[in-house]
């Protein structure tokens, strides 16, 4: 029975159906921002491709040689230091340490996931309210919290009122009855 419970709750559970629904919503807005990066490109492109034109290549070609003599230099000095370094005692330790690490930040990414689903989900249920037209639940509870609370004079005049209803009603059904006496 657990598995069919557990099939039930799935098929029932609208989150992913929210989550695509914000995923979209969240699509519309980024593409909505895509006309004015390209006119932002298109305003700065003729600046870029005079830069590059006036740019001297024997000076990029120096600039890249002295970074790969940096990395060269830095990375040699790594190696050098490890292999200095190497302990078998350490180096499992090591391992090991990494690997729990590893194993930290993998939980880490993957709450991180889960909340992101959520604010997506909700985001989405939002929007789906949205399109519905149905007003947000916070907005309800706002509303309840600023409208002011009837008065209570206005319960009795009801009351007042629901008496001398059903005495005329009465009397109409009299009349009414009355009549087809009269007319026979």
């Known amino acids: 029975m657990a598995i069919a419970d557990d099939l039930k709750k799935t098929l029932t559970d609208p989150t992913p159906l929210y989550f695509a629904a914000g995923t979209a919503d969240l699509a519309v807005q980024q593409a909505k921002k895509v006309p004015g990066l390209i006119e932002q490109l298109r305003a700065e492109a003729p600046a ?3 830069a590059v034109k006036n740019t001297d290549p024997k000076a990029v070609q120096e600039k890249a040689r002295e970074a790969a003599k940096e990395a060269q230099e830095a990375v040699t000095a790594k190696v050098a230091e490890v292999l200095g370094a190497i302990d078998a005692k350490k180096l499992g330790e090591t391992a090991q340490d990494l690997a729990l690490r590893g194993v930290g930040v ?23 309210r949205a399109w519905r037209g149905e007003v947000s639940e916070e907005i309800v509870d706002i509303a309840v919290a600023v409208e002011p609370e009837p008065e209570p004079a206005a319960e009795p005049v009801a009351a007042e009122a629901a008496p001398k209803k059903a005495a005329a009603r009465k009397s109409t059904a009299k009349k009414a009855a009355a009549v087809p006496a009269e007319e026979s």
């Not at 959520?118 to 249920?125: I, P, Q, T």
């Open 48 to 50: 870029r491709i005079e």
């Open 106 to 128: 993998a939980a880490e990414y993957a709450v991180r996931a889960k909340e992101t689903y959520d604010k997506v989900a909700e985001h989405g249920e939002q929007t789906v």
